[in-house]
């Protein structure tokens, strides 16, 4: 199947997915942040949140990170969180005032399009957000102009496909279902910035400084391989992006094979998903 990818019709369908995906990535919190808390932490301290800080979050979703950089900025910072989903968004925030986080913003925006003020921010954060921008320069350069001077950005990325198993064999597998040709590069995927240097190049060429990139070893656990597919199932727009294009019957023997293919990560204390972060961050 030969398809040619439209960046409009991609970012219109990844905003449905994720309305449709808010409320279960919500109810899935305390999993991701069992998963991805580690990453998280890096990602915060990469971007040196801390007393005070100006934060935004770019791609924030339910805002798990997001909160947790509100902590670190405490009562004198500010957090401002946006998304291209509203429904998602109202997640957050609810989680933000019940946890009593008067300094957390949102706003519903195109990453790709940041209408925020210029230098208005001492740190841009974005977890798992980064690799699904069509255009991965104009979201950089969004970020750079609302940092101060010397001020720093960190993302979360997927490292590379084979070191993603519980997530690579479920893209393999409705790949090769639905026909779809792999990615080219600078297409929006989860790995596209996972190869050696695709990162650093990315911060570079938008014209970030002193750019790191840390490897974060992120398995997700959880009791079974069938809680696993649950949880894909459930909330991972880019996977029902993926399947969109074939038959409900033929989405099911999609995710009946990748069922089977997850028990491969079962083992006596449970399944355990590989799964590789990098964090990568810059100065501006």
Not at 24 to 36: D, M, Q, S, Y
Not at 64 to 89: E, K, M, N
């Amino acid at each position: 199947m030969t398809t040619t990818f439209d960046p409009q019709v991609y970012k219109a369908t990844t905003r449905a997915q994720w309305e449709d995906a808010a409320a279960a990535w919500h109810r899935w919190g305390p999993t991701i942040e069992n998963w991805l808390g580690a990453a998280t932490e890096r990602m915060l301290a990469a971007a040196g949140v801390t007393s005070g800080s100006r934060v935004l979050d770019v791609a924030a979703g339910a805002g798990g990170q997001t909160l947790a950089a509100a902590r670190l900025a405490g009562p004198g910072g500010h957090v401002l969180a946006t998304d291209i989903s509203p429904a998602i968004l109202q997640y957050a925030a609810k989680a933000a005032a019940d946890a009593g986080l008067a300094t957390v913003a949102t706003a519903e925006m195109d990453g790709e399009r940041l209408a925020v003020p210029e230098g208005g921010f001492d740190a841009v954060i974005s977890r798992v957000g980064l690799i699904y921008f069509p255009d991965q320069q104009a979201a950089l350069a969004g970020m750079r102009r609302a940092l101060r001077p010397g001020g720093r950005i960190a993302a979360v990325v997927y490292s590379t496909a084979d070191a993603n198993g519980f997530f690579a064999v479920p893209v393999g597998i409705i790949r090769r279902r639905a026909q779809l040709p792999p990615p080219l590069p600078g297409q929006p995927g989860p790995f596209s910035l996972g190869s050696p240097g695709a990162a650093e190049r990315v911060l570079i060429e938008a014209g970030f400084r002193d750019v790191t990139v840390d490897v974060v070893p992120s398995p997700l656990r959880l009791p079974t391989a069938a809680d696993c597919v649950q949880f894909e199932r459930e909330s991972f727009g880019a996977l029902h992006q993926m399947l969109s294009g074939l038959p409900e019957a033929e989405r099911q023997a999609a995710w009946d094979e990748i069922a089977e293919a997850l028990t491969r990560f079962e083992g006596p204390d449970g399944f355990t998903g590989p799964c590789e972060m990098l964090v990568i961050s810059g100065s501006s």
